[in-house]
């Protein structure tokens, strides 16, 4: 699946801090070692714990502020606001768009840019601010071993839809079935090497489990997802589904059917 596009949506005109003091824009930190300027000031944003809201003139502003450019489709983002839910643990935060998307995935597998991103006008997530933990799993060669995950920062998709529509050659090259993938999650971490990574899980036709892994200090995906990070995502999809029971299969099968 590719990943994490959607990220250049998922953060805080106007923003306020926690304490509702008024923050210029051009003050907010962009985050050390990502690599997109888009993605690098929303990153800030989330590190900041900043509530209030943007649009696409704030994130041109971002890009102008650096030397680089953007692959991210940011100019669609009409409004974003980022809420405080129960603070210290959960946000909420929704995105309006222009108009329902469907935009070309910029980033590649196998050389090629594989299919499409489609996304509904408005989004809505629900923002899990989980910290940090450590999974445990056995190699191929049944060893046990630990992956570590740290400044996790989980968004459960309530409310819209987000679709990955992977071209059907580069689906049977991939070999994983991701054509037109539903993504219940995203979620924004740092891995046991210190860098941050953006995860996008969801299910595939056949409720078959799905995860796509973007480096953000590279730009990069990730393509075949490293083992550990392979088991990262299943641990998170089960942590999603716990936080949002609408998120699992049974659920959303049902409200399909219905």
């Not at 594989?114 to 989004?123: D, F, I, T, W, Y």
């Amino acid at each position: 699946m590719q990943t994490l596009l959607v990220w250049l949506y998922v953060t805080v005109i106007g923003l306020h801090s926690t304490g509702g003091s008024p923050v210029p824009t051009d003050s907010v930190r962009l985050a050390a070692g990502v690599r997109d300027p888009v993605f690098a000031y929303l990153t800030g944003l989330i590190d900041a714990d900043l509530y209030g809201a943007i649009d696409a003139e704030v994130l041109k502003g971002a890009v102008k502020r650096t030397t680089g450019s953007s692959k991210l489709p940011y100019t669609y983002l009409v409004l974003l606001t980022r809420d405080a839910e129960t603070p210290g643990r959960t946000a909420q935060v929704e995105a309006d768009f222009d108009k329902p998307l469907a935009i070309q995935i910029p980033y590649q597998i196998l050389g090629y840019h594989p299919g499409k991103l489609r996304a509904s006008q408005n989004v809505r997530f629900r923002e899990w601010i989980l910290g940090d933990t450590v999974f445990g799993y056995n190699d191929e060669k049944g060893k046990p071993q630990e992956v570590r995950l740290t400044d996790i920062h989980l968004f459960a998709v309530l409310q819209g839809t987000l679709l990955v529509d992977i071209d059907g050659w580069v689906d049977r090259l991939a070999g994983g079935k991701l054509d037109d993938t539903r993504i219940t999650g995203l979620v924004l971490f740092r891995g046991d090497d210190g860098e941050r990574y953006g995860l996008a899980v969801g299910y595939n036709r056949g409720w078959e489990g799905r995860s796509g892994l973007l480096s953000l200090s590279t730009d990069e995906i990730r393509f075949p997802s490293p083992t550990p990070m392979k088991v990262a995502a299943w641990k998170l999809r089960q942590i999603l589904e716990g936080l949002e029971p609408s998120l699992r299969p049974d659920s959303l099968r049902s409200h399909a059917s219905g």
